[in-house]
C-alpha cells in the first residue's frame, strides 16, 4: 500500500511523522519502521513517530527509533509533533499530549515549540560523570575536546559498557562555553550513531550542569551540532521542576511510499 508521510526536523535531529488516526500502521513491524528510517534504501531519519487520538487529550505521541524498536521519549520528537499537529489544525498554540513517559503540555508559536518535560528528581553525580532520566536514561560527561572526539566510538564504549548494562544509556560530552552556554555532542541508543541534536539530552545536561555549579542560570543555552536549543527550569528540596526545551521545529517535505 502508499503511505503518506511527513519530514520534520529539530535542530538537526529529523522524523518521519505519520497521521496514525485511523490505525493504519502495523506498530508491530520493526522491520518497516528501520527500512523506512535508513538514509540510503528509505526516506532516513533519526526516528519515526506516529500522531494517534487520544480519548482526553489533543493526540497521543507513539515514537519508534531507527532501529524499528519503540523507545523512551525523545524531546525533539515532542516538539515536531506538536509542529505537525498544529499543521494538521489538530492544535492552535497549546497542546496537550501523551508520550510514553506521561503527559505532556506545548506551546507553539511560529516555528518555536516549547516543550514541558518531566519532572527530576534525581541526579547521580559520579567521579566522571553524571547519571539522570529525563524521560530517557542520559550519561553526561564534561570534555574540553569535544571538537575532536570520536564519538560514534566513545560513546558506544560507555552505551555497551558494564555500567549501564543491557538496556544502555545515552552519551552526552559537554564544553562549557561561557557561564550559561554549553556545547553537546550525543550519542543516541536505537540510532547507535551520534546525532545533530537530542531534546532529553540537552535537558540532561542542562540541569547536569547546574545540579553541578557550572551555571547558577535557570534559563540554559545548549549548541548542538545541528543548532541553539534552551532549557528553562525550577529547582526545588524535591528536585528539578517546570522543566522546557525550546528551539524551532520545521517541516521538511511530505510525501509517499510503498510499504
Known amino acids: 500500500m502508499k503511505l503518506s508521510f511527513y519530514k520534520y526536523q529539530g535542530t538537526g535531529n529529523d522524523f518521519i511523522i505519520i497521521d496514525n488516526r485511523q490505525l493504519i500502521f502495523d506498530k508491530n513491524n520493526a522491520i518497516l519502521v528501520a527500512n523506512l528510517c535508513d538514509r540510503r534504501f528509505g526516506i532516513g531519519g533519526d526516528g519515526l513517530i506516529l500522531l494517534e487520538n487520544h480519548p482526553t487529550e489533543d493526540f497521543k ?3 519508534f527509533n531507527s532501529d524499528g524498536n519503540e523507545s523512551s521519549m525523545c524531546g525533539n520528537g515532542g516538539r515536531c509533533i506538536v509542529a505537525f499537529a498544529k499543521d494538521l489544525g489538530l492544535i492552535t498554540f497549546k497542546a496537550t499530549f501523551e508520550a510514553i513517559d506521561g503527559l505532556h503540555k506545548a506551546e507553539i508559536t511560529n516555528d518555536i ?52 548494562g543491557e538496556k544502555g544509556s545515552n552519551v552526552n560530552f559537554v564544553k562549557q562555553l561561557s557561564k550559561n552556554r554549553f556545547a553537546i555532542r550525543t550519542y543516541e541508543r536505537g540510532v547507535e550513531d551520534e546525532t545533530l541534536s537530542c531534546g532529553t539530552g540537552v535537558t540532561a545536561v542542562a540541569l547536569a550542569m547546574h545540579n553541578l555549579g557550572k551555571s547558577s542560570s535557570h534559563s540554559i543555552q545548549l ?22 526545551l525550546i528551539g524551532a521545529a520545521t517541516f521538511v517535505f511530505k510525501g509517499e511510499v510503498e510499504c
Not at 133 to 156: C, F, Q, R, W, Y
Not at 225 to 244: E, N
Open 113 to 164: 515549540v516549547e516543550l514541558q518535560m518531566q519532572n527530576v528528581s534525581k541526579i547521580e553525580n559520579h567521579q566522571s560523570h553524571l547519571f539522570l532520566d529525563t524521560g530517557s536514561p542520559h550519561h553526561v560527561e564534561l570534555t574540553e575536546n569535544i571538537e575532536s572526539l570520536n564519538i560514534k566510538e566513545k560513546g558506544a564504549k560507555i552505551r555497551y559498557g558494564d555500567t549501564y
Open 61 to 63: 505521541m507513539v515514537y
Open 223 to 244: 549548541k548542538t551540532q545541528g543548532g541553539d536549543l534552551t532549557v528553562r527550569f525550577k529547582k526545588s528540596d524535591q528536585g528539578y521542576h517546570d522543566i522546557w
